[in-house]
């Protein structure tokens, strides 16, 4: 454990921030799962669902949650599933 006063308060601060982000990771994870839920039983809510997700995932890398590039990667990987599992369903 430090002794040192900084170094007690950045431990604190960094728990805080751990907690923040780790919500916010698991809303994403939340979002996205349910995205692909809804587009592969075919609800008409799907494309409404994508768009929060992707969304979400856009908030997460405006706030440093998340690296850009793995944003970019998240969004691009869960719209070709959308997509794909909305097309299956179709045909």
Same mark, same amino acid.
């Given at each position: 454990? =430090?002794?040192?006063?900084?170094? *007690? $308060? %950045?431990?604190?601060?960094?728990? $805080?921030?751990? =907690? +923040? ?6 809303? *994403?994870?939340? %979002?996205? !799962?349910?995205?692909?839920?809804? =587009? ?6 799907? !494309?409404?669902?994508? #768009?929060?997700?992707? $969304? +979400? *995932?856009?908030? =997460?890398?405006? $706030?440093? *949650? ?10 691009? +990987?869960?719209? #070709? %599933?959308?997509? %794909? ?7």
């Amino acid at each position: 454990m =430090a002794n040192i006063k900084s170094q *007690i $308060k %950045r431990n604190r601060q960094n728990a $805080k921030r751990r =907690a +923040r982000n780790r919500s916010v990771r698991s809303e *994403i994870n939340t %979002r996205t !799962a349910g995205a692909e839920a809804a =587009a592969l039983s075919g609800e008409g809510d799907a !494309a409404e669902k994508l #768009r929060m997700a992707v $969304k +979400r *995932i856009d908030m =997460a890398a405006a $706030k440093g *949650i998340l690296h850009p590039n793995q944003a970019s990667r998240k969004k691009s +990987r869960l719209t #070709r %599933r959308v997509a %794909r599992l909305s097309a299956g369903d179709a045909g």
